[in-house]
């Protein structure tokens, strides 16, 4: 217990300096979006493609992982989507419980694989991430384009063509795409070019925590009220335990099983907040989820790992 909390003690404690800097005005608050925005196009990137250029892939049981995390979210998807008349919510406030319970927070889970596995977890992270965006954002799409508010988003059906522009665009993506191309050809960045991912990569961690911090708001949790603890129960303990059946059942075993349920048991991306605004969402209760998911992976991560270490 103790290496767990000494492993996951400084990722929680950036984040809630984070919070504290925004609160107290430290810094001006235009900084927050253009330093979250430099996070997700260049330094998270920069640190993916360093991780998957230098991954041992061979070794890794890539195959069951994907498997195991893609149906414990599309099993989680579906007894949601099946349970809306039950939930009490309307339209544009269950799609925000569904982005609450699938999505997941790439700075949390790539600042905690980092410091519990060092590069194993890092790599394994980086694969997670490259199938698992893609899946995510499909389902939250078809979701929002269902369940939305319409006059805040495009009649008509999904358009897959510029929902699979927008997935293959992503600099998350790009970045495991192309590591993983150079490690299975064999080839390592220039000279010059790899100091500067190595540098770019370390600012990655520190911004990214820092900016989740800021994106915490703690009134939204009190005024979304049930819809938000239900969410939360889902995300940080159903779908992990979801997870764990599905490794179980893939025969999935070791550090790979213990990645795919902490994977799962990631708080909700604080990117969902722009799309429930963007596509008609209840943005209010988004923003109580993402707010409460982060303080709860606070006692469920660690928790999360008990579990595992007892298994």
């Known amino acids: 217990m103790q290496s767990i909390l000494y492993a996951l003690g400084p990722i929680f404690l950036l984040i809630l300096i984070g919070f504290w800097i925004k609160k107290k005005k430290v810094i001006d608050a235009s900084f927050w979006e253009p330093a979250e925005g430099l996070t997700y196009y260049i330094f998270f990137p920069a640190l993916l493609l360093q991780t998957t250029i230098n991954a041992d892939v061979g070794q890794l049981e890539v195959g069951p992982m994907a498997f195991a995390v893609v149906g414990a979210m599309v099993l989680v998807s579906a007894v949601l989507v ?79 063509s510029k929902m699979s522009k927008a997935v293959i665009r992503n600099p998350l993506i790009l970045a495991c795409i192309v590591g993983l191309s150079l490690n299975g050809l064999d080839v390592s960045l220039p000279p010059i070019l790899n100091p500067l ?24 949790v009190k005024e979304a009220g049930r819809s938000v603890v239900i969410t939360n129960l889902i995300k940080l303990v159903g779908l992990p335990l979801v997870c764990l059946a599905c490794c179980i059942g893939l025969g999935v075993e070791g550090l790979t099983r213990d990645l795919c349920v902490f994977f799962c048991g990631l708080p909700t991306a604080t990117s969902s907040y722009v799309l429930a605004r963007k596509m008609g969402g209840n943005a209010e209760i988004m923003s109580g989820i993402i707010t409460l998911t982060t303080l709860s992976a606070m006692v469920t991560l660690p928790l999360i790992l008990l579990l595992l270490e007892w298994l």
């Open 82 to 160: 099946k349970a809306k008349p039950f939930l009490g919510v309307d339209g544009p406030s269950f799609t925000s419980m569904f982005q609450g319970s699938v999505r997941f927070n790439t700075y949390v889970g790539i600042a905690a694989a980092s410091s519990l596995w060092g590069e194993p977890g890092l790599t394994l992270i980086a694969i997670a991430v490259s199938f698992a965006v893609p899946l995510v954002n499909v389902l939250c799409v078809i979701v929002m384009e269902t369940y939305g508010d319409s006059p805040h988003r495009k009649d008509g059906p999904p358009e897959i």
């Open 197 to 220: 991912v190595e540098i770019l990569a370390r600012a990655s961690l520190p911004i990214g925590l820092l900016c989740v911090g800021a994106g915490l708001h703690f009134t939204a």
